[in-house]
């Protein structure tokens, strides 16, 4: 009944089948409004970078650079190209040649990165060119809930794949394709989405023997077409405890399966609004047709803005400052977590490695939704998380609603304590169990 008369509800409105999928964002409808209405909230939901560590000299510098000569000043000003400035992809490659130096490289360059506005716009070109109504994107569990909602946009069905402290298991993933095969849904799953770094929502990386097994799983059950893998590096930079391990992307020997997809707005700068994809082949000439019909290309000053910052090497010494404050954070969430929430319960959770994201994991009982005692109980004490619930795929695996995630990049040290202070209060007040 509550389906059928949101349909009508729709078509009262005028308003499209897209627009009815798409519905509204947890964190903008719901606790970013809680955010605005109380001013001395302090938020640990909120996804945003740390405000005093912002790169004003350095865009200062490179802006200076750019406008030294008239020629290069008129073309930031000018129209771009759909594919993206081809100064700013060569400084990309070669980021990610020195990153991921490998076989899985050798069939691709420069021309195959398209420069879009954030990463979330690319990957929802991704999307868009792959996906119908009904298909199926198999996800992580937990996930990206921007990702989610992204999906749910095209009418489209995300699945989740069960994992561990080391991210996707592959042999679950490989069990999901057959439960799928055996309901007759195969022909529908188009690609399967993996954060391999430091991911929102868990803070945890992707496994290193896991990488390469991904892409057999891909490669293998990509019968009647193609198998993509979304891999979602947003967060790659933000690495706290030393190197990394290689990319999904750089195990993909013919570069036909994997799409990869990187961004400078934790790295640098969100207000650039610079992300970028490396695309297979087979993907590229469609993505590039719908992101004409988007934008004709994103904006050109800002990408010859982080070019110059590219190529003059500024972008690393920003990277090393960023990873000292927030590898601080972290370590005082944590310190929090342990001295300030498992005195009053018995909270779980894997120490992440990098990243913006603590998530933590109460006792099964309580409820962390926005309609439960706990969340309301950390409003009225001054503070909001993100309800776990909300990083969950529709269908695969359970929902838990028992999680919470926490972001420590935006406050300052003084409010990020105060902060897990409150919630402290919060879990407090509700008692030994949060009825649901």
Same mark, same amino acid.
């Given at each position: &009944?509550? !389906?059928?008369?949101?349909?009508?509800?729709?078509?009262?409105?005028?308003?499209?089948?897209?627009?009815?999928?798409?519905?509204?964002?947890?964190?903008?409808?719901?606790? &970013? *409004?809680?955010?605005?209405?109380?001013?001395?909230?302090?938020?640990?939901?909120?996804?945003?970078? =740390?405000?005093?560590?912002?790169?004003?000299? %350095?865009?200062?510098?490179?802006?200076?650079?750019?406008?030294?000569?008239?020629?290069?000043? %008129? =073309?930031?000003?000018? @129209?771009?190209? $759909? /594919?993206?400035?081809?100064?700013?992809?060569?400084?990309?490659?070669?980021?990610? %040649?020195?990153?991921?130096?490998?076989?899985?490289?050798?069939?691709?360059?420069? =021309?195959?990165?398209?420069?879009?506005?954030?990463?979330?716009?690319? /990957?929802y070109l991704v999307a868009e060119a792959l996906l119908d109504p009904g298909d199926i994107v198999l996800c *992580? $569990?937990?996930? @990206?809930?921007?990702? /989610?909602?992204?999906?749910?946009?095209?009418?489209?069905?995300?699945?989740?794949? *069960?994992?561990?402290?080391d991210g996707i298991i592959p042999e679950a993933l490989e069990e999901r394709l057959a439960w799928l095969e055996r309901r007759g849904e195969l022909d529908r799953v188009r690609a399967i989405y993996v954060a391999s770094y430091f991911d929102n929502p868990t803070g945890l990386s992707l496994g290193l023997e896991r990488r390469p097994a991904l892409v057999e799983v891909a490669q293998r059950w990509s019968r009647k077409h193609r198998l993509y893998i979304i891999e979602d590096c947003?967060?790659?930079?933000?690495? @706290?405890y030393g190197e990394e391990w290689p990319s999904i992307r750089s195990h993909d020997a013919t570069?036909?399966?994997?799409?990869?997809?990187?961004?400078?707005? !934790?790295?640098?700068?969100?207000?650039?609004?610079?992300?970028?994809g490396l695309l297979p082949p087979a993907l590229l000439d469609s993505v590039l047709s719908l992101k004409g019909h988007h934008d004709f290309g994103s904006p050109n000053f800002n990408q010859m803005v982080l070019a110059a910052i590219l190529e003059e090497g500024w972008l690393e010494d920003h990277v090393a400052r960023l990873r000292a404050i927030y590898r601080r954070k972290l370590e005082t969430t944590l310190k929090? +977590?342990?001295?300030?929430?498992?005195?009053?319960?018995?909270?779980?959770?894997?120490?992440?490695?990098?990243?913006?994201?603590?998530?933590?994991? /109460?006792? !099964?009982?309580?409820? $962390?939704? +926005?309609?439960?005692?706990?969340?309301?109980? *950390?409003? =009225?004490?001054?503070?909001? @998380?993100?309800?776990g619930e909300y990083c969950f795929p529709e269908e695969g695996e359970p929902t838990l609603h028992c999680c919470l995630r926490l972001s420590f990049a935006m406050p300052d040290d003084i409010n990020l304590e105060k902060g897990m202070e409150r919630l402290a209060r919060a879990i407090t007040r509700c008692g030994s169990a949060a009825p649901r």
């Open positions: &009944m509550k !389906k059928e008369h949101g349909d009508v509800e729709r078509v009262l409105s005028g308003l499209s089948q897209r627009a009815a999928w798409s519905g509204g964002p947890p964190i903008a409808n719901v606790l &970013m *409004a809680r955010v605005l209405a109380q001013p001395d909230l302090i938020s640990l939901a909120a996804g945003f970078v =740390e405000h005093q560590s912002l790169p004003v000299e %350095l865009v200062e510098k490179a802006i200076d650079k750019l406008f030294s000569g008239r020629a290069a000043a %008129l =073309e930031s000003l000018q @129209y771009g190209t $759909t /594919l993206g400035h081809p100064r700013l992809r060569r400084a990309i490659w070669e980021r990610v %040649l020195q990153a991921d130096a490998s076989v899985g490289l050798r069939h691709a360059g420069p =021309e195959q990165i398209v420069i879009t506005a954030g990463s979330n716009q690319l /990957l *992580a $569990t937990p996930s @990206y809930f921007v990702f /989610l909602g992204m999906i749910k946009s095209f009418g489209a069905r995300t699945v989740g794949v *069960a994992t561990d402290h947003a967060y790659r930079d933000l690495s @706290y570069g036909q399966h994997v799409v990869m997809v990187g961004s400078f707005s !934790k790295s640098f700068s969100p207000g650039l609004r610079v992300g970028w929090a +977590v342990e001295s300030m929430l498992r005195p009053v319960v018995a909270v779980s959770y894997v120490p992440p490695r990098g990243g913006l994201y603590v998530w933590l994991q /109460l006792p !099964k009982e309580w409820d $962390t939704g +926005v309609d439960g005692p706990l969340f309301q109980s *950390a409003v =009225e004490e001054g503070v909001v @998380y993100v309800p």
